[in-house]
């Protein structure tokens, strides 16, 4: 799980917790390219209606959390490039006390549909389902003729791209000689090689976790052996296919769920198993709180691994006058009683951030695996990989 995945991830867990005393959060969706003016406009609507409510204190906090959205709308000149969620409302367990709080996020992936929702809770499931389906795959299907490149994303894929090759569309005319008619086939197959190759890098560079190519007969296979695609492609796969349109994405889909679903378990499983060897075998690995911290302030430490079940936090707190800093489940773990809580960081970002600040590798190692509940339990969800 990289960085921007876990903090999308933690945003929704925090989402997800917070609760108002009645129907009064308020959850707006919208839709790329939709305009701000009319959004605005739709909220301004809801603020008419919300006159109309009968309970003073939910007019009150309803109202209130509209008025917010529309603070927050008045930020944006165009909607982003995926759409825009705002959550708005009174939070507050108190029911005659108000924490009205605004929460701005860009999604992961294109909303599709707008949404406005009033609840007790905040309207989380679209962009829930956008973290479980988060990994994007490219899929190039292709023979001598056409190639057809799609994005699959997961369960649900969109064809993105369809390719034609003219080399053997040419006809033998007269007077032409063998050589020079296969020189052509050999030019323009190279062109429809390299045209495949940029719509690869337009379509899936820096954009997906890797691609699956597929199609009937040797043509995949030269293309892969001849790299006409920046070398920064991660090639999960070549499987072969009986079709290059649509029905040949879906067999490269029905055939490659394999490659796609161990994609990053492997990845975590052999980091994790390079862990437990340096452990038990060699000399440049630590485990626990006190040894990864101790290896921090020698300089020492080249990679953090840290367990996203770990539910340790970093407080810094006040002990009267005096501050104290340390980790724990609650402040008390730090001082006894104390006065004031600072700050309070989750484990998970308090290693991201150090890593930013002293230049080490910081991993969040899933529990959805057997190894990383391994991790977990067995080296109390902490670990790290030393310089020397």
Do not use: W
Not at 166 to 189: D, F, M, N, P, W
């Amino acid at each position: 799980m990289d960085e921007k995945e876990y903090e999308f991830s933690k945003t929704l867990k925090r989402i997800k917790k917070l609760r108002g005393t009645g129907t009064q959060l308020v959850s707006l969706y919208i839709t790329p390219g939709y305009p701000i003016g009319e959004a605005s406009a739709k909220i301004r609507s809801e603020i008419s209606q919300a006159q109309n409510i009968k309970s003073k204190q939910t007019r009150t906090n309803v109202i209130g959390a509209l008025e917010r959205v529309l603070n927050a709308l008045k930020n944006f000149r165009e909607t982003p490039p995926n759409g825009l969620v705002i959550f708005a409302g009174n939070v507050s367990p108190d029911p005659s006390k108000q924490d009205i709080i605004t929460i701005t996020l860009e999604p992961v992936q294109k909303l599709t549909q707008s949404i406005y929702r009033c609840d007790s809770v905040f309207y989380t499931e679209p962009l829930e389902r956008m973290l479980e389906q988060k990994d994007a795959y490219g899929i190039v299907v292709m023979d001598g003729r056409e190639a057809t490149l799609a994005l699959l994303r997961g369960v649900n894929f969109e064809i993105l791209e369809n390719i034609e090759s003219h080399a053997h569309a040419k006809v033998r005319k007269g007077g032409q000689s063998a050589r020079r008619y296969e020189r052509l086939i050999e030019e323009q197959t190279e062109y429809y090689y390299k045209k495949v190759g940029e719509a690869m890098d337009k379509h899936f560079l820096g954009k997906v976790k890797g691609v699956i190519i597929g199609g009937p007969g040797p043509t995949k296979d030269y293309f892969v052996k001849g790299k006409y695609f920046n070398y920064q492609h991660n090639i999960l796969g070549v499987v072969d296919t009986g079709y290059t349109d649509v029905m040949g994405v879906r067999e490269v889909i029905a055939k490659a769920g394999e490659l796609i679903q161990e994609q990053e378990a492997v990845k975590e499983k052999k980091l994790l198993d390079r862990f437990i060897k340096e452990i038990v075998h060699g000399s440049k690995a630590v485990y626990g709180l006190d040894s990864v911290l101790e290896a921090l302030e020698q300089g020492r430490v080249a990679q953090v691994l840290v367990s996203e079940g770990l539910e340790l936090k970093h407080f810094k707190v006040k002990c009267g006058e005096e501050e104290k800093e340390g980790f724990g489940y609650k402040p008390e773990d730090v001082c006894e009683k104390p006065t004031e809580v600072l700050e309070e960081t989750d484990i998970q970002d308090y290693f991201i951030d150090l890593g930013h600040k002293y230049g080490f590798e910081t991993h969040i190692i899933s529990t959805k695996t057997v190894e990383g509940t391994q991790f977990l339990n067995t080296f109390a969800g902490l670990g790290a990989f030393l310089r020397y």
